[in-house]
Structures are given as structure tokens and as C-alpha cells.
């Protein structure tokens, strides 16, 4: 992560310069403060304490149905000698306690009578009465200032009298994507051309904190154009975010920019990922912050979180939001480098009664690892790493309901697991099937160690020719079950058109062919190594037997791309990237688990799922599969 | 709790009873899918599950700035053997990867020579290569059906292509406010007349959750008019709320109307407070629910948690918003009404290293427990209570960052603590100052108790005329500091033009005067108690020693509304009633803390601003206050 152009300044320095440099400036410590009515303050912060203008309730009232009395009229009243009230009111709750009265008796307790009302019990003075104030009392301090409005808030406000709030006008966050690459998101793309989705996710994430998000024209790589849109940006934002294309060379536009038109404070930052993050103001009148953003969008986005939303909430003079946070166990290793606070996405569920916390791709251009996470991780600075198994604190990003109630995936990947999470979500919001890929071996592997519900697996025995079984039987004992999700096809992903004219496996040894191979522990280089054994073929004869890639989509990205002629992988694949595909096996792709949890309430859904004709239709319809045997438990 | 009218059905039947309910009349599960521009479906919950239509990277691309090379022309080079590449492209972060290029160099590791790039290390293919597919492949699903948008998912969405999401348009909720006592916000109320508070309440909380929410004109206590307005109402919303009035009477008309329109499901929940919510639907096709909230504010505002927001998430096909919760060590015993959820709102602190948890006022019309609570407590229908100290989980109202950044203050109330809890917050929005009035006494034997960081003491001790200080000895021993924080006059608060004459304590023995006393364990009436000590008067001598309020305030509102003649009190509490003051003594107000919390981190705010000239200031222009000693450490 070094380079010669920037620092690795720890992020609470970082900070500190920060506030630092904008308090030189000038930078406005708060944005104004403006009057709005109560109904429209919600989620605003206040600018000055609320106190009671009146109070609430602002009379004596009737705290029941009933009838208002003289408590000192009903001395003696009791079951033997009932009492006959006859100088009383009928109220309603709420009504004012008429004047003369003090006491109010239940509707339920009064027996009319010709003569008057009669009680069978004395009421002690002011009984079922709401006393004026009970709630608020005038000139009692109801909130105070730097306080973000709820709706119980404005709600207590408007009864204490108040119908007008003094609160911080929600902060302008002007966004200034750049870079020549870069086109507006919904556009047509050509080779090279990237989306702008950070503009897309910053303005978003700037809304979910209250402010008024504004994205400019996407600048050119050209720092005078760049300079003149920040100087534009400034004039009426509260922060400008400057974003630099994925290129270290824009990040240096950024900190040239920013030194020219102001103060760069801290250029680099030792976290990770958002390491080229540049902190500094705009020294027009009025100064303003502004911070460089780097175009990675995990890097973007957690650069927001990190630096953004806490200057934004100190403007609105409010506590930053706050993320809950759970203690989880570790399901790997997790290295880390020394000196960088490192930001791991990871995914959560219940296994065995433990939180377990699973790291997601820890890459800065990964953001399905910000997608698919339902917590952080930080890895602080000072600590090389954990081991597996350490229970570590986790910021939530999915609450703990519904954590609890995710089915956790590890194994092989198939489509029709995603078509399974897809399907028990929409019958039931609380469901969730998360699945992890790291291979057949590697998800009976996690299963043993309590890390998954599920593995899924299609690992063929050399020895017996007999699929997944065998490796359950060594690494799981008895006390495993196996349901049957699908069999499905394998076969040669190929260019459209098969311009090699391949047919099977034997052709993988000819001169010239370029394979791209699975990983170790992959039930398809499983496949493979059992097909090459039979043929009696060599795997260093094969080139790119040594190319691996971890899924079947890969395999079928690295064909589409040129970068290979040939893979083993699903028909669903080759349709994903308009390949050809040439079948050479159908296998069986299972479900394994601890045999107690086949009953587990957890996983019932899937069950009912997986009997579901209109699913299996639907799997079928994918192509290259059968369900004939789809829910069948095989051991 | 019970009336004749309605039943405690126990939450989950009620929630069940409803389903039933909507499910026969047919009440559509989902609102609508629509299709909107990726930018603008942050929030929204998918209505489809959301596939890559093309894979991020879009193409293999530099993962670094540097320069793209052949791997296979770098073999061999090493620090002793370097070696020239001649055949090489600069290249920046995320440019396409150049054709015939398999792996880029960083350009801090190249030396550029006249004969070429010079490198000192072998490169492996691929190396700093980002794939095609890296973060997404084309055809994997990217986001299930059922899910709520955050901004990294659109961001992803647009990665991958997709530029509209078919989402769960926003559910409307019509708001029917009802009453003949009811007047809008704003609006100058006569005596008897009620703000409505609550659809102000209940239209914020529809908006928090996501919907689009519409407030009624509100509509007199007439079953045709409100019949008439559910009608209107059903043919626009997704989900009717009508609210009654605080009155019983008002909910047998909802009831009613409902069972007219539809059908009543449930009148009645074993759930306190909100105890008469009704549960039905309106059946005019197309069929919709509806809710009848009680008008007790408190009631109100749990009714829409517990009945609404599921509901609401339901409709949008996604899991609900979850609170956060903690354990917390109960402050005080908590009794409990058996057969019915009682939801009782807490404040928390942490208190040497113990979340504690403090039970607010229980009332349903007592919206400002809700406003100081930082959490919810719910004691099941099945328990009959919990002790002083028991573990409790506790849902979060407020982040655990900010709780533990709160000073707890329990003990004697006064403005002065008011105004500080502002103005630490104005300096520091992670500042809290939250003080709980339970009279000067119970301040000293919570902060024995480790419940709280200080308690505000005012405690003569008729034995000495000394205040404060012999009880911190018998309570607390040698471990204890006290701090002074003002100096405050007490007198005899009374009405304008002080009518009876009253000139000091002597006077209160007169007859026909009416006097509201303080609650056992308040300093004010141990004041008293001394100041009648002193003249040898009888307490029972005095009409309306029994008679107690819990603050100042209390009493000048009770002498206010003409419930008694005088009682005593500070200045601040007669101005902010507009009552009149005549002066009895002048006593020192302290903090009392244990010892070695004077240096807490928690607490130099406090220290810092009882020295601040301009908050003295603005102490004693409040009225009755001198700053002399303020700050001063007494013991």
C-alpha cells in the first residue's frame, strides 16, 4: 500500500489534524440554525434546549371513565355499607376535573340508584386523578441542545406548547466525481469505461445521514478543471467530496487540487481499505472541508463512514450514529498487516449456539464484500492479526433477529442455492440463506469445525468413483445426514461456436488448448483429476492445469475473456457469458449437516422448499439439471 | 386495566388474530412492485431478485499504477541478476489490461534505463491483475427478493448493470385523528381542549419506517362522521390508523366503526400500555387493515411498534427494523402487573462498569418517559415482576457509545442541573447529563448503591443545621466528595398578588390555609420539618402536610390550579407559574459523589463548565441563585 507520495498517518491523527486544519481555516464549527415547525423537525438536531412552554397535561383531568366526586363525601363507604353520592359528575378520561371535585370513581364501581350514585368503596382525594404536569411542567427543560429529534420528541414538544423548533438546516454534501474513464451510471459502456457508482453510494449514504447530497458533472482528469469545480463545489457545500478515479495517479490530482485551493492536512491515512484518503479545506469564504476520496468503492465507502459522517454530525452539533456491535467467533486465521487499521468484512450466523464471523474477500475493488456483509471487523493497527477461533467484536450491519435466523452456506457454490436464498426470502422476510464458496472439501471441512448449517458438495472419490459419501464418512463420522439438492451437468466450457472444435476431456492434452482450472479441494478439479486418471493423461501435460480459479463463473469470465480456451464447470455458467458447452458428466450435488440439525426449525423452510414443485420447475428451467431426486435424504 | 368491553388477549394471538383477519378479507399481503432509476431505490425493499447482467471488472485490469509485462519475460530477476524488459505498457489503476499482457509491476519496483524497464523480481502471471468478474460475475444473483437497499447494494446493482430495481413502492398510512377535545397543533387551546400530539407522533414514526404517511382533518366524536372518514381513508391507505381520544368511551366508538366496516379481530391486548388497541380491517375492496390507536400518548406510540411497523414491513415483504439490546443491572425493584407485557421505559448509565438500568414513570399518559428513555424493558405477561439488581435485557433507544459517555445524576432536582445537562451537550453532543428526581435522601442511597455517578443533595440535618454533609458521613463514610454547585433561595410559593398574606413558615399553621408538601427524603421537606422544629409547630397542625408532590414544579402547578394555598419551593418554580415568592432561607445545593470519580474522565466536562464564567452568569440570572461557591469541593 506505499507509495512515494503519501504518508500512513494513524486515523485517529488523521482526525485530529483534520479539526485541526479546519479550525484554521475558519471552517464553520456548526451549519445555521433555522425555525421549523415541529411536524417537519424529525431527524433534525436541536440548535438551542426546548423547554416547556406549558404544561401537560395543563389541567386537572379525569384519569378514568367515570363519575367526578368529593373524596371526603364517600368517607366509610364499604361493601356492608354502601354510600349514596348525590352530588357528583359524569367524566370522560381526559375531561377536565369539574371545579369542587377531587376525586374520580370508576364507571364499573358506580351503581346508580334514584337516590344518587352508589358506592361500595371510600376514594381516597385525588384518586384517578391526572394531576396538571403529570407529563411536563412548564419551564421544565424538555430536551437539550445537540439533540436528534425522534417522534416521541416533537410529539412531547408540541404538548409542552412548543410548535416551533430551532434546529441545524440539514448539511450540503456537494459530490464531484471525476476521472476520463468515468461515465454517468445507466449509460452504455464501452471497453475501459467504468460506471459511476461511487457518486451513486455517497450521495445515498450522505441522505441515510440526514444531509442534502448533490453530485456534480463528472470532471476530466485535469486539474484545472478539477480546481474550478471545487471552488464552485465550496461556495455552497458544507463538505466537498472529491472523488479520484481508482487511480493513485488521480488521488495526486486530488492533493494538488486541494493544496492549491487550500490546506491539505493529512494525504494517505494508515487504514485499510481507504489508505489514499486526502483530508484538507477550501480556503474561500467560507472555508470548507474537503475530502478526497479514493475511487475504490469499498475504499469509498468506508472512507464516508470513517471521515465523512463524523465531521457531518459534529456540523449538526449532534453524536455521530452509532452501530451496535456483538462478540463473534473467528471461523479462519485472519492476518493483518501491522500498522494499518484494517477494515474486514465479515458474514455472521448461529452455529451450535456461537456467533460465527466469517471474513468476506478483504480487497478495496470487492464490493459485494460490503454487499454480502452483516458486520466489520477493525483489526487495529498494533495487532498482526487473530487466530481462528478468537471470539472478536463486531460492528453489525444486519441485526441480531436476523442473524439468528440465517441458514449459513459453506461449500461449493451452485445457482440453485441462489435461486434457494432468493425464493425462502420472498416467502418469509426473515429468512435468510447465506452461502459462502470455497469448495466441496473446504465446506465439509467448515461443517466439522461448527463453522456452517450446510455444506454443499459434489466431491467425487478417485478410489470408489462414488460421490461425496466417502469424504463425509472420514471427516464427519456417523453423525452426518445428506439431502440430495440437484444432479446437474458438467462439461467443457468452450468460446461460442467451439472454435477448437473440442469434444472431451482427451482433447484437453492437445498442443495449443489453454485450460483454466479449479481450485484445490473444488469437487470439479475433483472431476477433472478422476477423468484424467481414467484416460490415464497426465496433468502437467495439460496447460493451465495450474491456473485456478474459485468459481465456476470465474472459470467462465477467464474463457469469455480470451485469457483461456477451456474449463470444466455447470451449463449455467457457459449461458452466464454466452459460452458453448460441451457435456462430459452429470454429478450429484448434495447437502451435508450434522444429522440432529435436519429437524432444526432453522432449516425447515428449505425443506418445504425443496418439495415445492414450482421451485424444482424452475431449477429445471435453468438448464443442465435434474430434480428427480431434489430433497431426497441419501444418508 | 379491565373494562367490560374489551378482552387481554396476550400480543402473539393478537398478532396471529389479525393475520387471520386480513387474510379473509382478503387484504393484499404485498403493495405493489415498481420500477425505479437504481439512484433512487435506497430504502426500498426489492420486489425481485436482483441477477449481475454483466460482471465488475468488466474487463482484466491493472490492479496498480506501473506498467503491464509479459510474466514470462521476467523470469530470473532478482536483485544480483536484474533484468531488462523491453516489451512492456505504463499502465494506472484500473485501466484495461493491455492485450498480450498477463501481469503489471508497481512503479516503485521498475527503474526505467534507456534499454528498457529494469526489474529486480521475478512477477508470477496475474500478479496485481484484477479479473474480469473479480467482484461480480455476470448471471450471479446479487441481491435476494425481500431485501431493504442500502447504498452499497445500488452501488453493486449499477456495477453489475442493472440500472432500475423492481421495489416495494412506499405503503401509505392514513392517520385518523378523532375527538371532540382534539384541536391541531398550534393552535391556541382552551381550557379542556387537547393538541394532537399523536398523529404529529404516529405520521414521524410511519415515515421512519419508510412509508408515506397522511394526517386527516380530525374528526368529531360522531360514529356516521368517523365511520365516513374510515371509508375515505381505506380507499387511499395500505394501512388505517384511527385514534381515539384518551377515552374509553371514544374507543367502543372505534370498535364499532370497525366492526360497521369490517371486521373487529381484537379489541383489547394483554399489553400495558396500550392495552385498548383495536386489531381489524375495513372490507370495501380492495380490503385494508386497520389499527385503532389509543389516545394516551405513551400507549400511542408502543401501539405503532408493536402493531404498525411489523405490519408495515410485512407489506413490503421485508424483515422489520430491529433495536439493539443489552443487558443492564435493574436499579430499583420493578412489581409487574401478571397476565399482561409490560413495557417499561429505562434510562441507562454505566455505572462502575455496570449498565444500569433506572425505571422512568409508568404512566400511559407520560410521554416523557418515553423522550428520557434510553431503552425499553419488557416484563412478559408470565412474570410477576423483577428485584432490585436482577440482569435485565434491555432494547436500546440510544447508542451503548453514548451511554457510556452519560453522567448519571439521581437525587434532588434543580434547574441548575437542567441547564448544565444543555449546555454540556451544546459543548460536546457525546456529553450527556441525565438526572433522575427521586428527592435529595434517595440520591444519597442510589449513589451507596453504585446506581449513579452523583446525586444533588439540599439535606438538612435537624440534629446539626448543618445540610448535606452528616448524611454523606452515615451513608457513605470517608469515600465520598462533595462538590458545591449553588446556593439557592426557598421561600413560600404563592398565588399572584399573594392573596393570603402569607409572610413566613409561622403562617402555615393559619387556619384555611391549604399546603402541598414534598415527598419523604426531599430536602425541601426536611427544610420545612426543621423550620417547624425551630418554632415547636405540630406538622399535623398544618392542612395539607400529608398532601405530596415529587418536584418543584409539581407544587407550583398544584398551587396553580388552586388544588392548595402554598407550599415551598425555589424561585425558578414559582416563575415558571407565574406564582408569587416570599424568601425563607437560603441553602447550598452540592453534588455528592464517591471520591475517586472526581477525576473520572466522564465527569471534567462538568468540572470544566461549573468554572465557566458564562454559564455562572447564566445560572444566576435565573433568580434566586448565587454561583459564590460554585464548583468548590466542600469535602
Chains 1, 2 share one sequence.
Not at 425462502?424 to 467448515?446: F, K
Amino acid at each position: 500500500m506505499n507509495s512515494p507520495f503519501i504518508s500512513d498517518v494513524p486515523a485517529a491523527e488523521a482526525h485530529a489534524a483534520w479539526r485541526e486544519a479546519r479550525a484554521a481555516a475558519g471552517c464553520p464549527a456548526r451549519v445555521e440554525a433555522v425555525r421549523v415547525p415541529v411536524g417537519a423537525a424529525v431527524g433534525r438536531v436541536t440548535a438551542e434546549p426546548v423547554w416547556a412552554r406549558r404544561s401537560s397535561p395543563a389541567f386537572d383531568s379525569s384519569g378514568m371513565d367515570g363519575i367526578a366526586v368529593r373524596a371526603a363525601d364517600t368517607v366509610g363507604a364499604s361493601e356492608t355499607a354502601p354510600v349514596v353520592v348525590k352530588d357528583f359528575e359524569v367524566v370522560d378520561t381526559g375531561d377536565p376535573l369539574p371545579p369542587g371535585y377531587d376525586a374520580v370513581v370508576m364507571r364499573e364501581h358506580v351503581h346508580h340508584t334514584p337516590e344518587g350514585a352508589e358506592l361500595h368503596t371510600a376514594v381516597p382525594p385525588y384518586q384517578h386523578v391526572r394531576s396538571i404536569g403529570e407529563d411536563i411542567s412548564a419551564a421544565e427543560l424538555l430536551l437539550p441542545e445537540g439533540h436528534r429529534l425522534r417522534p416521541v420528541d416533537v410529539a412531547a414538544s408540541a404538548a409542552a406548547g412548543v410548535t416551533e423548533l430551532a434546529v441545524r438546516r440539514a448539511p450540503i454534501v456537494v459530490i464531484i466525481p471525476t476521472g476520463d474513464e468515468i461515465r454517468p451510471v445507466g449509460t452504455e459502456l464501452e471497453p475501459g469505461e467504468i460506471a459511476d457508482t461511487n457518486s451513486v453510494m455517497l450521495a445515498a449514504q450522505a441522505r441515510e445521514v440526514g444531509c442534502d447530497a448533490r453530485v456534480t458533472a463528472i470532471v476530466a482528469d485535469d486539474p484545472a478543471a478539477i480546481t474550478a469545480a471545487v471552488g464552485t463545489a465550496a461556495r455552497e457545500a458544507d463538505l466537498v467530496l472529491l472523488i479520484a478515479g481508482s487511480s493513485a495517479g488521480r488521488d495526486d490530482y486530488t492533493a494538488r487540487v486541494v493544496a492549491e485551493a487550500g490546506t491539505v492536512a493529512v494525504h494517505g491515512v494508515a487504514v485499510r481499505p481507504g489508505h489514499p484518503v486526502v483530508l484538507g479545506t477550501v480556503t474561500e469564504e467560507p472555508a470548507t472541508p474537503i475530502l478526497g476520496v479514493p475511487g475504490y468503492p469499498v475504499s469509498a465507502a468506508l472512507t464516508f463512514d470513517i471521515f465523512a459522517a463524523p465531521l457531518l454530525a459534529e456540523l449538526e452539533g449532534a453524536a455521530p450514529r452509532e452501530r451496535p456491535s456483538t462478540m463473534a467467533r473467528l471461523a479462519r486465521k485472519l492476518p493483518s498487516v501491522v500498522g494499518m487499521d484494517d477494515w474486514v468484512r465479515v458474514r455472521l450466523g448461529r452455529v451450535q449456539d456461537h456467533v460465527v464471523a466469517t471474513p468476506l474477500p478483504r480487497g478495496a475493488g470487492v464490493l459485494t464484500s460490503l454487499v454480502r456483509a452483516d458486520g466489520l471487523l477493525v483489526v487495529p493497527a498494533g495487532v498482526e492479526g487473530h487466530h481462528a477461533g478468537t471470539e472478536v467484536r463486531v460492528e453489525l450491519l444486519r441485526g441480531l433477529a436476523e442473524i439468528d435466523r440465517t441458514i449459513v452456506a459453506i461449500g461449493s457454490h451452485d445457482l440453485v442455492l441462489d435461486l434457494a436464498a432468493s425464493a425462502l426470502r420472498a416467502a418469509d422476510p426473515l429468512v435468510t440463506l447465506a452461502s459462502s464458496n470455497v469448495g466441496s472439501l473446504g465446506g465439509l471441512v467448515a461443517l466439522r469445525d461448527g463453522l456452517c448449517h450446510l455444506a454443499g458438495s459434489h466431491l467425487l472419490d478417485p478410489a470408489t468413483g462414488e460421490y461425496t459419501l466417502p469424504y463425509v464418512q472420514r471427516l464427519l463420522g456417523d453423525d452426518a445426514a445428506v439431502i440430495r439438492l440437484v444432479h446437474r451437468d458438467q462439461g467443457l466450457l468452450v468460446a461460442p461456436g467451439n472454435p477448437l472444435g473440442l469434444k472431451d476431456i482427451d482433447d484437453l492434452a492437445r498442443p495449443g488448448v489453454r485450460y483454466v482450472n479449479r481450485q484445490r479441494g473444488a469437487g470439479t478439479r475433483a472431476l477433472l483429476d478422476h477423468e484424467l486418471g481414467r484416460r490415464g493423461l497426465d496433468p502437467a501435460a495439460i496447460p493451465g492445469y495450474a491456473r485456478e480459479e474459485h468459481t465456476h463463473l470465474a472459470v467462465a469470465a477467464a474463457i469469455a475473456a480470451g485469457r483461456a480456451d477451456t474449463g470444466l464447470g455447470i451449463l449455467a455458467a457457459a449461458r452466464a457469458f454466452g459460452l458453448d458447452f460441451v457435456p462430459v458428466a452429470q454429478e450429484p450435488y448434495d447437502l451435508v449437516l450434522r444429522a440432529e440439525d435436519v429437524s432444526h426449525e432453522l432449516l425447515a423452510p428449505l425443506w418445504t422448499l425443496l418439495a415445492d414443485p414450482g421451485f424444482r420447475a424452475r431449477v429445471e428451467e435453468l438448464g443442465g439439471y435434474s430434480c428427480a431426486q431434489t430433497g431426497e435424504r441419501i444418508r
